[in-house]
T-cell receptor, first 112, second 110 residues
Framework: KAGVTQTPRYLIKTRGQQVTLSCSPI?????VSWYQQTPGQGLQFLFE???????NKGNFPGRFSGRQFSNSRSEMNVSTLELGDSALYLC???????????FGQGTRLTVV | GIQVEQSPPDLILQEGANSTLRCNFS?????LQWFHQNPWGQLINLFY???GTKQNGRLSATTVATERYSLLYISSSQTTDSGVYFC????????????FGTGTRLTIIP
């Protein structure tokens, strides 16, 4: 069965712009989590959604937001982009929260 | 929150050698996973192992939950094993989110 699909794979944006990233989980999986990976900070948790509800949120500013749709697909949005937002954004899907997580290929965002 | 430490941070080995990667965690967990991050950034699932021992080909893992550590063994290393290995856990307490260690960068030299 198809894995976790993230789009787009690469993105270049200008400081001050906003961006939306998409994640389609494995069919049947209802939980989606987002992570940011940077060389300096490692892998940091952004937020988790289950059945269209945000269950957890990491320590990120309000410029980072997300949502989950009824078909379990999820989007995350970053407004007023800063240079420090340049990172690999990874999405994970799992059947339920706290079960085995499977990751997509990631979206590499560069802010210039 | 839960703390996850991985050691060693870097490991350079000759092809054919065996290696052991360690993951220590500071609290009780109900989920522990090992991942291999490929050169393109994707995290590849190796093991889901909150406790016990599992084997998959040249790789095996053991988690001793009562002593709060997990080990990943790689035998007869190949150059394709190179990359960063992450351990990630979900604590029994507090926020149920996957918390990652800082990783072990493994380099296999031909």
């Amino acid at each position: 069965k198809a894995g976790v699909t993230q789009t787009p794979r690469y993105l270049i944006k200008t400081r001050g712009q906003q961006v939306t990233l998409s994640c389609s989980p494995i069919s049947g999986h209802r939980s989606v989590s987002w992570y940011q990976q940077t060389p300096g900070q490692g892998l940091q948790f952004l937020f988790e959604y289950f059945s269209e509800t945000q269950r957890n949120k990491g320590n990120f500013p309000g410029r980072f937001s997300g949502r989950q749709f009824s078909n379990s697909r999820s989007e995350m949005n970053v407004s007023t982009l800063e240079l420090g937002d340049s990172a690999l954004y990874l999405c994970a899907s799992s059947l339920y929260p706290d079960t085995e997580a499977f990751f997509g290929q990631g979206t590499r965002l560069t802010v210039v | 929150g839960i703390q996850v430490e991985q050691s060693p941070p870097d490991l350079i080995l000759q092809e054919g050698a065996n290696s052991t990667l360690r993951c220590n965690f500071s609290d009780s967990v109900n989920n522990l996973q090992w991942f291999h991050q490929n050169p393109w950034g994707q995290l590849i699932n190796l093991f889901y192992i909150p406790s016990g021992t599992k084997q998959n080909g040249r790789l095996s893992a053991t988690t001793v939950a009562t002593e709060r550590y997990s080990l990943l063994y790689i035998s007869s290393s190949q150059t394709t094993d190179s990359g960063v290995y992450f351990c990630a856990v979900i604590s029994n307490f507090g926020n149920e989110k996957l918390t990652f260690g800082t990783g072990t960068r493994l380099t296999i030299i031909p």
